[in-house]
Structure formats: structure tokens, C-alpha cells
């Protein structure tokens, strides 16, 4: 990895000039499978990578040995033979910009390889061996992993990982020594081994750095918007040493391998470290999986995770809908209450009728008291007359159930006294003055001149200063002039209005309006129509 990095670097900065990198040699034991891979240049396919011999035609896959030949850009050695020493050349091309790369090949006899590499281990730990063996593991196939100890079977109790990795658990003197990996692997139906060997050193003088701590542990969940840039941070507390790291891995793979991805590791203060990861535009593929910050010394690891998750704008749309509409639903729903506020209350009438006993009739035997100016006679057949008399009893008592006390239809002979007009209007609970427009005699006439009968002016007295009864105001074939009639009246009018009767009309809102104005229909009596 580090190889390719510096390989990156220098293309960069020599664009059009050829770069020839050398390699380690590699030593592979004598029948063992051996890959051997270009450096992962960015932009490079295998399609531009050809191979070479030392001595042949460079970039002629015809120099080749026999059981040496090219698969996807990878060099394979099935198996790899004495006759195959040497140095073998890889060249890279693209737009102009040339990578050689020499790698060293040298063939030995036996089953363990020498060491490549040393490592060394405190006593007392928790430690793992790689297998450095990454092409060979990444093969498709049915594989077998095992080690040894000095070309060995391994004595001691150990785990291996799918990975290769080697745990070795509580590490003491005696686990000093050569190890060695074995991987078995089948290609075109034929098995190979292939093998890499690291040597451990045991160290007895030193002091164990503390186990790395994730300030923050539990599942993060964080809302973004597709195609933002995300700036996600990780803290830890450790002791740092040469296998102190912390790095992300983004639903199972490392950050380096995707272009949107940026990391950066760095220390704040003291035993504080940082490490902060970049998504420069927030993609679908990161959306619903596991970001890990790992968090990792020689002591354990430690995970910090992390989710991303589509924010939901649909709370702020539902808002935004609601507030327009609050104030229109309002309104509608006032226009609709003013609109049929009489089909209302006489829809309610008429449920609660069923289960609100009314009051005794005895107590209150009329629903109202009727009166008209001038006051009809049944001798008189004039428009007031006729609707106090007939069209007004028709309706609310023939039709509705209601009892009326009508001045002029109802009075005793006899009975037509101050006193015996103050009990008849004292047992109704409304009071309906029916006035018309005034004839010419009436105009004529002084205004104060103009006196109301004694029920009336005993209603209206009644209704100015004590509010009972309800006095409704009824006005019948045309408009009135109130400045012929007396002051009471205009008052009453001023101040609650007047219902209107239309000759040669349905009158269907007038018949609800007054319903609603009349006390609730007795219970025994009320004939409920819509």
C-alpha cells in the first residue's frame, strides 16, 4: 500500500516522464503457487499493464518462462520452479505517464521460506500474526490455512481467522520463533501451497499501553439530505504506540477504496486523539449502513458507530400545507356555521329532544304570546290579519307543536283587563309583535300620539328592563318606517333586528329562523320536520 502511495505521488508529479520503481525480491519455495501484482496505479486497468522477463523484449508476454503467464494484470507462477530466478519487470501505462516496476524472484527447495519480516511482542498480551498472503486469499475458491513454528506443527492451543490472522493469546518467552503461513488454494482444478514466514521476537521489558476508549460508544443516527457534504468526527483516549490507529470502515470496507471518502487522523492534546471522515456528497450507497470509526493499539479495539439517514422533510411540507389551510378551513367552517346556523340548532332541538324532559306545561302552558300593530280582529281581513290569524298558527302550532296566545283570537270575554292581560303574557315564554307598514291615517298622525296596547307596552317594558320575555320582532308585507311608531319599538329593532315574512313566497328561511327564536318544542307535542 505504501509502495503505491509514493507511486501515486510521483505520477503526479512527473505527468509525461517514464518511472522505474524497484522491488524486493521474493522468495518462494520450489512448487509453491506465487502471485506477483502490479502497484495499484489510479486509472489503471490490467488491459495496460504488460509483463517481461529481464533480457527479453520489454512488454513481450512471449519472454515469459513455460508455467509463468499473465491473468487480469497479475503474474502467476503455477507452480513456481528453479528455472524461474530472475527479475521480472512490470510495466504501466496511461496517457503518456509510464510505471516499470522490477520484482525479484528467487526460487529455494525445502517447505518453510526464510522470515521477510520481524515483529516483536511484549509478554503477557494479546497479540496476532497476518498471514501476508492477500493476493492468494482473495482467490475464489475452497482454501486451507495453517502455520507453523520453525517448519513445525504448531504446539500450542492457537486461532486462525478467515483472514489468516494468528491469535495468540497471553504471549510468553517460548513463543519466540519463526512462524510460517500455509495457504492451499485450487486453480483450474489443480491444488497449489503457497507460504511467507515472519519471525517474533518476545520483548520482557516493557510497559502496556492503556486499552484505547471511544469518548462517544453508543450508535450515532445522524438525519442529512442527499448530495451534502457530511463532516463525521470520532474521539479516543489512548497511549500511542507503533500500532496505535484509528481509521473508518464504511459498510465493510476501507475509506481509501472509495473516491467520495477522506480521512484525517490527528492527536488534540495529550492521550486525545481525532480522526475525522469526509463524505463529500452524500450518495444512496451511504444511506442505512454500519460507519465504523475503529479505534486500535496493542492493547484492543475499540468501535465508535455511526448510521446516516435521509432527513424527513415531510413534517415541515405537512406545516406549511396546514398553515395555509388552517385559515381557509376556518373560514369555510364559519361561512358554513353562519350559513346553516338555523338547520343547527334545530338538528340539535331535535336530538336533544329525545333524551331533555322539558318543563311542565302547566307551569308555562304558551310558547308565546302574539300581538300585532294595529291589532287584527277577525272581522278584518287586511294582511296583518291574515298572517297573525292564519298563516302564523299554521304554521307554528298546526305544524310544529307550538301553543300561541293570539291578542284578539284567545282573549275570555270579560277578561280583557290590565290584570287579566299581565297573567295571560306572564305565562308565555315569547313575546311576537307583528307590525306592518303604516297606512296613510297612521302617517298623519302625531308620533307620540301612537299608542301600543297595554300587553304590548307591558312586553316591551318587560323585555327593555328585565329581558323576559323574549320579545321577536316580526315585520310582514313590505318595509316599516319605524319613526311613525313609538320609540320602544325602534329600540327593539336597533337592537336585535327584525325577521322579515314575504307575501307570495316560500319564506323557508324565515319558518327556520323563527323556530329558532321559539323555545324547544314540547316533548309530548313536537312534530319534527326538516
Wanted: hydrophobic share 40%.
Amino acid at each position: 500500500m505504501r509502495m503505491a502511495k509514493s507511486v501515486n505521488v510521483l505520477l503526479m508529479l512527473l505527468v509525461n516522464a517514464a518511472i522505474t520503481l524497484a522491488a524486493e525480491t521474493y522468495q518462494v519455495m520450489e512448487g509453491h503457487l506465487l502471485l506477483l501484482k502490479c502497484p495499484n496505479v489510479q486509472g489503471h486497468v490490467h488491459n495496460n499493464v504488460t509483463w517481461a522477463r529481464e533480457g527479453g523484449p520489454t512488454g513481450m508476454t512471449a519472454s515469459l518462462p513455460s508455467g509463468v503467464e499473465v491473468r487480469d494484470g497479475i503474474l502467476y507462477f503455477l507452480p513456481a520452479l528453479t528455472s524461474h530466478n530472475g527479475s521480472y519487470i512490470c510495466e504501466s501505462t496511461l496517457e503518456k505517464r509510464t510505471v516499470k516496476v522490477n520484482f525479484g524472484v528467487s526460487v529455494l527447495t525445502g517447505l518453510c521460506p526464510p522470515a521477510d519480516e520481524v515483529k516483536t511482542f511484549p509478554m503477557g498480551v494479546r497479540k496476532s500474526l497476518p498471514c501476508k498472503l492477500e493476493h492468494i486469499l482473495r482467490l475464489d475458491n475452497s482454501r486451507n490455512i495453517r502455520w507453523l513454528k520453525d517448519c513445525q506443527p504448531m504446539e500450542r492451543t492457537i486461532s486462525v481467522l478467515k483472514n489468516g490472522l494468528m491469535r495468540l493469546v497471553n504471549v510468553t518467552q517460548e513463543d519466540a520463533g519463526t512462524y510460517t503461513c500455509l495457504v492451499d488454494a485450487s486453480i483450474d482444478g489443480r491444488n497449489y501451497t503457497s507460504a511467507v514466514s515472519i519471525e517474533l521476537d518476545i520483548e520482557t521489558n516493557f510497559t502496556f499501553p492503556r486499552e484505547p476508549e471511544v469518548i462517544q460508544e453508543k450508535e450515532q443516527v445522524l438525519s442529512v439530505t442527499m448530495g451534502q457534504r457530511v463532516e463525521l468526527k470520532c474521539w479516543a483516549l489512548m497511549d500511542s504506540d507503533n500500532e496505535a490507529f484509528m481509521y473508518w470502515i464504511v459498510n465493510g470496507s476501507f475509506t481509501d477504496s472509495d473516491p467520495e471518502l477522506e480521512e484525517w487522523f490527528n492527536q488534540k492534546q495529550g492521550q486525545m486523539y481525532e480522526s475525522t471522515l469526509t463524505i463529500s456528497r452524500v450518495l444512496p450507497r451511504f444511506l442505512n449502513v454500519s460507519i465504523r470509526c475503529r479505534v486500535q493499539n496493542s492493547q484492543g479495539v475499540k468501535d465508535c458507530f455511526m448510521q446516516l439517514r435521509e432527513a424527513n422533510n415531510s413534517w415541515f411540507y405537512s406545516s406549511v400545507a396546514v398553515g395555509v389551510a388552517s385559515p381557509l378551513l376556518l373560514l369555510l367552517l364559519v361561512f358554513l356555521l353562519g350559513y346553516f346556523k338555523a338547520d343547527v340548532v334545530l338538528a340539535y332541538r331535535k336530538i336533544s329532544g329525545y333524551f331533555v324532559i322539558h318543563q311542565d306545561a302547566n307551569q308555562i302552558p304558551y310558547d308565546a304570546l302574539v300581538s300585532a300593530v294595529p291589532i287584527p280582529t277577525t272581522r278584518t281581513r287586511n294582511p296583518v290579519a291574515e298572517f297573525t290569524l292564519r298563516t302564523l298558527p299554521g304554521h307554528l302550532e298546526g305544524r310544529h307543536g307550538y301553543r300561541l296566545f293570539i291578542a284578539g283570537r284567545d282573549d275570555r270575554p270579560g277578561e280583557a283587563t290590565p290584570d287579566a292581560m299581565a297573567a295571560a303574557l306572564s305565562q308565555c315564554r315569547r313575546l311576537i309583535i307583528i307590525v306592518a307598514p303604516a297606512e296613510e291615517a297612521w302617517k298623519t298622525c302625531n308620533v307620540e300620539e301612537q299608542q301600543l296596547t297595554y300587553v304590548q307596552n307591558l312586553g316591551l317594558y318587560d323585555a327593555l328592563t328585565h329581558n323576559t320575555p323574549a320579545v321577536i320582532l316580526v315585520e310582514i308585507d313590505g318595509p316599516v318606517d319605524y319613526g311613525h311608531l313609538p320609540r320602544s319599538l325602534g329600540f327593539i329593532k336597533r337592537r336585535q333586528g327584525a325577521l322579515i315574512w314575504k307575501k307570495n313566497s316560500n319564506n323557508r328561511v324565515f319558518w327556520k329562523k323563527l323556530r329558532v327564536l321559539m323555545p324547544p318544542q314540547r316533548q309530548s307535542s313536537a312534530y319534527f320536520e326538516t
